[in-house]
């Protein structure tokens, strides 16, 4: 079995996020494989700046607005867009508590 993992900057655009796939169709080679996909880069730094505003009261929208912004292009690629638009909007709620 084989085992992929990819993250940060290998997924960080819709390019790369290719390239990573490619690397997985060239080599699996009808093996049993797991695939994990982390955040992009930058995200998760992005996700505790947004925690730690919303604890002091700030504009948590603009972060969530922020992390739609940033996937936009592979959404809009793989033809995810209207999730991607859920997944914001349940963004900013979750860090309006």
């Known amino acids: 079995m084989k085992v992929y993992k ?22 699996i080679g009808g093996e049993p494989a797991i695939v994990v996909v982390s955040a992009t880069a930058g995200t998760t730094d992005m996700l505790f700046e947004a925690v730690s505003e919303a604890q002091c009261g700030g504009d948590v929208a603009a972060y969530a607005d922020r992390f739609g912004e940033r996937h936009l292009e592979m959404a809009q690629k793989y033809g995810c867009e209207t999730e991607l638009k859920e997944v914001v909007k349940e963004l900013k709620r979750d860090l309006s508590y």
């Open 6 to 27: 990819f993250g940060g900057t290998s997924v960080a655009d819709v390019v790369r996020m290719e390239n990573a796939a490619e690397i997985i169709q060239k080599n």
